[in-house]
């Protein structure tokens, strides 16, 4: 009798410990390749943006290197903030479509438009759109890495910058330059002055990305804005530059 006693009081153990037990958690989701942002020059009636979107590719037989892919974006505005359509938008000899008050160029190859040392923008305006062209002197900013590699210690402190040094890094006049580090668990913008200036980084600021997969993103820009017969106009030269890093 005291064996079946022993089983059963065993056996409500056993069922009680069950029911107490709470499911685990779902795994949380990695963060989202970064993409690149239209950067709207509020003080200008319509902003003009040519970029470079680049990233680290690899191949079996050629290793690593730098993949690179040219775009160029519109967007008009009137007095009001009212978006406006001019009649036609040409960057770099193609021709911008429009979509939702946005123009952008098709993409017809991987590489996109391959700009030079100059970029050229011509614009057949109506309403209070004037139609004018523009040759922006400066190059649009080519990045070819970072200094981090694959992997970061979150029990170190760190400092990022452009790799300069990079034999697909050239940069140009900029003005500006910004980072986002994108982890599980949260976002960080940062804002550097310079493409000389390093972003420095605390143990407690990696450990709040959250372990696993962290994305790094750097924008380095130039911001030039004309008159054009009254109608402000701001031409921006843009590289944007992502990789994957494992945060352990």
């Given at each position: 009798m005291r064996k079946g006693t022993a089983l059963i009081y065993a056996f409500a153990l056993f069922v009680c410990g069950c029911k107490d037990e709470k499911p685990l958690a779902p795994p949380l989701p990695d963060p989202e390749t970064p993409s690149l942002e239209f950067t709207v020059i509020k003080s200008a009636d319509a902003t003009l943006q040519a970029a470079y979107i680049s990233t680290i590719s690899m191949e079996n037989m050629v290793g690593t290197y730098t993949t690179?892919?040219?775009?160029?974006y519109a967007k008009f505005f009137d007095s009001q903030g009212n978006k406006i359509r001019p009649k036609?938008?040409?960057?770099?000899?193609?021709?911008?479509?429009?979509?939702?008050?946005?123009?952008?160029?098709?993409?017809?190859?991987?590489?996109?438009?391959?700009?030079?040392?100059?970029?050229?923008?011509?614009?057949?305006?109506q309403f209070s759109?004037?139609?004018?062209?523009?040759?922006?002197?400066?190059?649009?900013?080519?990045?070819?890495d970072i200094n981090i590699k694959d992997s970061l210690n979150s029990r170190d402190s760190i400092w990022l910058k452009i790799n300069k040094k990079s034999a697909f890094t050239f940069l140009g006049k900029v003005d500006s330059?910004?980072?986002?580090?994108?982890?599980?668990?949260?976002?960080?913008?940062?804002n550097l002055a310079s493409v000389d200036d390093s972003l420095?980084?605390?143990?407690?600021?990696?450990?709040?990305?959250?372990?696993?997969?962290?994305?790094?993103?750097?924008?380095?820009y130039r911001i030039e804005v004309e008159s054009k017969q009254g109608y402000k106009v701001a031409f921006v030269n843009k590289g944007m530059f992502y990789k994957s890093l494992w945060l352990y």
């Open positions: 690179f892919q040219g775009v160029a036609t938008v040409i960057c770099e000899g193609y021709s911008l479509e429009e979509e939702g008050g946005m123009y952008k160029n098709k993409l017809e190859n991987e590489q996109g438009i391959d700009f030079g040392s100059t970029t050229s923008w011509q614009v057949d305006g759109i004037p139609s004018f062209t523009k040759e922006v002197a400066s190059k649009v900013p080519e990045i070819g330059v910004n980072f986002t580090l994108s982890g599980k668990l949260s976002e960080m913008r940062y420095a980084l605390v143990p407690a600021q990696l450990r709040a990305l959250g372990n696993g997969k962290v994305f790094v993103k750097v924008e380095a």
